[in-house]
């Protein structure tokens, strides 16, 4: 029997999941990914081979039964049916925050779950729900190890001002602090980033994850010395229905002026906002591009400023740039994004090459630039993976 790695990256209506077959000298063979979507409306599964193709596929009509929990042991039926000469020896699971306490990933156990949960009120939108497979498999198959990983972990090599907001010590010292996230993200682009351009990966670099879920990271020789995330994912960037950073202001006026509860500002924050919110339309940037509307130029614009502005600070922060990396749905799709952001950087030595930028790069800028321009797809499942292996090997 064959030994594998599985991954869980649990969200409020969706369960992504990927397998993977440990070969030889660890390395890790992708053979299933897939997810349930849906998950409180009509869920509905399917799952790819590692060259794509389809391997299964089933769709369910709501109902209170078919929730995460009665979900997740089909995922773990299906998988022992369909891959039976694989034996998942470890879970490993991504995990939005890991608060001041967890800087590397940790196995699994009754107290990592309780001090996990305690940080869901940092990242509401997805904590609760990362955190919610792992009970579910501690039931349904007790002998496997479980490993959480975090986003917060690769920004823990920030020192200095980047960790703290310009409050009370006595509340920084309580965890208020800044952590940065998409760092599973990061970690793997910095990881390959040599292959790519060893300049850049021995210098100064800023990765921009762009996806429903945005932000910036400056790497300085592959280490995150900054990111456009604080305390929690609700900063920075605006994003498909987030804000991103707001003048706090703002927020007592609407506690004290419009009576609004903290429920209220958390949907407002986190779900009402960002590309959604401007548009009016939709959160999805290709709707959002395809569409002529005043109010959704307004909002792609809004994008596109707001990441100049960071990628300005950025370049401020590492002390000049050698490259600028495009990842995630946006990052990797969107040349019309990728080209607003990079004509303004002229004046940094930032030259785009239409052409390659159509294609989706890699280069994208042309081979004079000083400064080169990058997409590169990410790949956060790999690194848990990976992490997995690595600590239930000790
Ligand atoms: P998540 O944070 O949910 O993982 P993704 O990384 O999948 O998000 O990114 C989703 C975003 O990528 C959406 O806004 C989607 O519109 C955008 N996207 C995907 N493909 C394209 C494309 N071809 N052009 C423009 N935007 C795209």
């Known amino acids: 029997m064959k030994k594998g790695i599985a991954v869980i990256n649990g969200g409020s209506s969706s369960i992504k999941f990927s397998l993977y077959e440990i070969g030889e000298n660890r390395h890790l063979e992708p053979c299933c990914h897939g997810q349930i979507e849906g998950i409180g409306v009509d869920p509905n599964f399917i799952a790819k081979a590692g060259d794509g193709k389809v391997m299964g596929k089933k769709r369910w009509k709501n109902h209170p039964d078919v929730n995460h929990r009665f979900l997740l042991s089909f995922l773990i039926e299906w998988t022992s049916e369909n891959l039976e000469d694989l034996q998942v020896t ?221 990628l300005g600070g950025f370049a401020s922060v590492l002390e000049g740039l050698d490259a600028v990396v495009f990842t995630a749905g946006i990052g990797e799709n969107a040349p019309e994004i990728r080209r607003r952001v990079c004509e303004k950087y002229l004046w940094l030595g930032l030259e785009l090459d239409d052409k390659a930028n159509l294609k989706n790069g890699p280069r994208i800028s042309t081979p004079g630039s000083k400064v080169s321009a990058w997409v590169i797809p990410t790949d956060e499942e790999i690194m848990i993976a990976r992490h997995t292996l690595d600590l239930i090997n000790g």
Do not use: W
């Open 90 to 310: 470890a879970v490993g699971h991504r995990v939005v925050h890991g608060g001041a306490h967890y800087s590397e990933p940790v196995r699994v156990d009754e107290r990592v779950l309780e001090r996990l949960g305690s940080l869901a009120p940092l990242a509401p939108l997805h904590q609760p729900h990362n955190l919610a497979p792992m009970g579910a498999i501690t039931d349904l198959a007790p002998d496997v190890p479980q490993v959480a990983c975090f986003d917060t972990a690769f920004h823990s090599t920030h020192t200095g001002p980047e960790r703290y907001f310009p409050l009370p010590r006595e509340l920084t010292a309580q965890g208020v602090r800044r952590y940065g996230f998409h760092g599973l993200s990061y970690e793997y682009i910095a990881g390959r980033l040599a292959e790519y351009d060893t300049k850049a990966a021995a210098g100064r670099t800023v990765v921009l994850h762009l996806g429903n879920g945005a932000s910036m990271c400056a790497l300085k020789a592959g280490k995150s010395i900054a990111s456009t995330m604080g305390f929690s994912a609700a900063d920075g960037l605006p994003m498909g229905t987030r804000t991103g950073a707001m003048d706090p202001g703002v927020l007592l006026y609407l506690m004290q002026e419009k009576k609004m509860g903290p429920r209220e500002i958390e949907n407002l924050l986190y779900r009402e906002s960002g590309l959604l919110g401007v548009s009016g339309i939709s959160s999805d940037m290709r709707v959002l591009l395809e569409n002529s509307s005043p109010e959704a130029l307004e909002a792609v614009e809004l994008f596109v400023y707001r990441i100049r502005k960071e």
